[in-house]
């Protein structure tokens, strides 16, 4: 690192278990973040501002005037735009030293594969069932670690799935991809704009920890009600008949 990055890191380099040796790591590091929303903006800005090395942004959506209220990375004038454009452009205001790749696509199957067996860590950032059991196949099949996330109304859940441990469990053995959950329309839900940034940038945290090696990990589910700011956390193992990550 330059005199500029140990300056701008150095609030990190200070703590014992960052250092400089962590920092290095996290600018070597590369994190996929899938869904560039509510949790995907705060979390993209807490990677980029804490030095991560490469952020690869995918979200087929435009900016529209409703998801200003808790979208942080955008403004009235990113209407119309497309979002990971909007958002590339205003990281690389925040750190210049960030390589964003921005993809304005839905992922599909083959896609996830291919950029989940590129990246060290994986944010799902997603507001739909349907992309986070994709996402968790492909972090399953590289043995990659998954950091989940979803908030709606004043509920707010996290978890970090750490597929290079085996006896982690996956995203599937919590939510079965044959299960009765019924999905939530994000899209005509309210979403408490706080909210997504506590969960965002949780996952931006457990992220870096993972990356940095620093503590424990979210290997329990998080759920948090925003309402009586309570929150709890609940110890998921690995279902053994989980069709995803079963040997
Ligand atoms: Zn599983």
Same mark, same amino acid.
């Given at each position: 690192m330059n005199d500029q990055q140990l300056l701008r890191y150095?609030?990190?380099i200070l703590l014992p278990e960052i250092g400089i040796e962590g920092q290095e790591r996290l600018r070597a590091a590369s994190a996929l973040i899938v869904g560039a929303g509510g949790l995907g903006c705060p979390a993209a800005l807490y990677l980029a501002a804490s030095g991560f090395g490469k952020l690869?942004?995918?979200?087929?959506?435009?900016?529209?005037?409703?998801?200003?209220?808790?979208?942080?990375?955008y403004g009235t004038k990113s209407v119309g735009a497309p979002k990971v454009d909007e958002?590339?452009?205003?990281?690389?205001? $925040?750190?210049?030293?960030?390589a964003v790749t921005a993809l304005q696509k839905k992922l599909d199957e083959k896609a996830l594969l291919d950029l989940v067996g590129k990246v060290d860590v994986v944010l799902d950032c997603s507001d739909?069932?349907?992309?986070?059991?994709?996402v968790n196949r492909a972090?399953?099949?590289?043995?990659?670690?998954?950091?989940?996330?979803?908030?709606?109304? $004043?509920?707010?859940?996290?978890?970090? $799935?750490?597929?290079?441990k085996p006896e982690a469990p996956c995203y599937g053995c919590l939510f079965p991809e044959d299960g009765e959950i019924e999905e939530v329309a994000c899209s005509t839900m309210g979403?408490?704009?706080?909210?997504? &940034?506590?969960? &965002?940038?949780?996952?931006?945290?457990?992220?870096?920890?993972?990356?940095?090696?620093? &503590?424990?990990?979210?290997?329990?589910l998080q759920v948090f009600d925003a309402k009586s700011a309570e929150w709890r956390s609940v110890k998921m193992g690995k279902d053994p008949a989980c069709k995803v990550c079963r040997p």
């Open positions: 150095s609030r990190h690869t942004l995918a979200d087929p959506d435009k900016v529209d005037l409703t998801n200003l209220q808790r979208q942080i990375l958002a590339r452009a205003a990281l690389a205001a $925040f750190n210049p030293e960030v739909n069932f349907a992309t986070r059991h994709a972090c399953v099949q590289h043995h990659k670690p998954l950091v989940s996330g979803a908030a709606i109304r $004043f509920d707010a859940q996290l978890m970090v $799935f750490d597929l290079r979403v408490f704009a706080p909210l997504t &940034g506590v969960v &965002g940038a949780m996952q931006a945290m457990e992220a870096i920890k993972l990356i940095a090696g620093i &503590g424990e990990s979210a290997a329990r």
